[in-house]
């Protein structure tokens, strides 16, 4: 199946800073990429849908300024969390769509620890 | 607006043996798809296996086979043979047709392999 890079991995930061999260297709465009957030022992929530060149659009609840999305190119997209507080602490997961086989590969998701 | 529902939060199955995990939807829409995916302690989401809704046969891979009941709105999954690599969260989730659709996913199984 074809590949999604997540990076960082493992991320840890201090409250009230910013942390930045890629999300690469490595052996397709997607033109879609979506990201997710999953609490330990729940399923996947989405947050956002992310279009290659326009604007993300948000799931209810989301705060668009606090998750910033950017989707500059059909190979990546970046998940910001601005002025992270400890309430942020979570595991996210982006997802790119493959438009061929209309199918979502996931990255390994990022582990998000703000103290 | 499409609901998974996965009646299962926990599973076992004994190594070599045949275990099958339920999960039923409701759509009003008639073209969709349906797919598996694992969740292993990696956390890494991987597919698993997919389902066209305008297919009747039901999907295979391997080991894995779905029984698919349009009319009931019914998707389980089906592990032969199963092996200790099996052991983790599967999700059964949903995707509507015709583009940028978003995928709804359900709450999980965590499935345990008994040696």
């Known amino acids: 199946g074809a590949v999604v890079s997540q990076h960082p991995s493992w991320v840890i930061c201090k409250s009230g800073t910013s942390v930045k999260i890629e999300c690469r297709s490595l052996?397709?465009?997607?033109?879609?990429m979506f990201w997710y957030r999953q609490f330990p022992k729940q399923s996947l929530m989405l947050m956002a849908t992310?279009?290659?060149?326009?604007?993300?659009?948000?799931e209810q609840g989301v705060e668009k300024d606090k998750f910033l999305i950017n989707h500059a190119s059909l190979t990546l997209s970046t998940l910001t969390v601005t002025s992270a507080h400890p309430e942020d602490s979570s595991f996210y997961i982006c997802?790119?769509?493959?438009?061929?086989?209309?199918?979502?590969?996931f990255g390994a998701g990022t582990r998000l620890s703000v103290l | 607006a499409q609901t998974v529902t996965q009646s299962q939060p926990e599973m076992s199955v004994q190594e070599a043996e045949t275990v099958t995990l339920s999960c039923t939807y409701d759509?009003?829409?008639?073209?969709?798809?349906l797919f598996w995916y694992k969740q292993p302690p990696s956390r890494q989401m991987i597919l698993v296996i997919r389902?066209?809704?305008?297919?009747?046969q039901n999907a295979t891979e391997n080991r894995f086979s779905v029984n698919f009941q349009k009319a009931a709105k019914s998707f389980s999954l089906k592990i032969s043979d199963s092996q200790l690599g099996d052991t983790a969260m599967y999700f059964c989730?949903?995707?509507?047709?015709?583009?940028?659709?978003?995928?709804?996913f359900g709450t999980g199984t965590k499935l345990q392999v008994i040696p």
């Open positions: 997802s790119a769509r493959d438009l061929l086989w209309n199918i979502q590969y």
């Open positions: 052996d397709f465009q997607a033109t879609t």
């Open positions: 992310s279009n290659e060149g326009s604007k993300a659009t948000y």
């Open positions: 759509t009003s829409e008639n073209n969709y798809y």
């Open positions: 389902q066209e809704a305008y297919k009747q």
């Open positions: 989730a949903f995707e509507g047709s015709g583009g940028y659709q978003k995928v709804t």
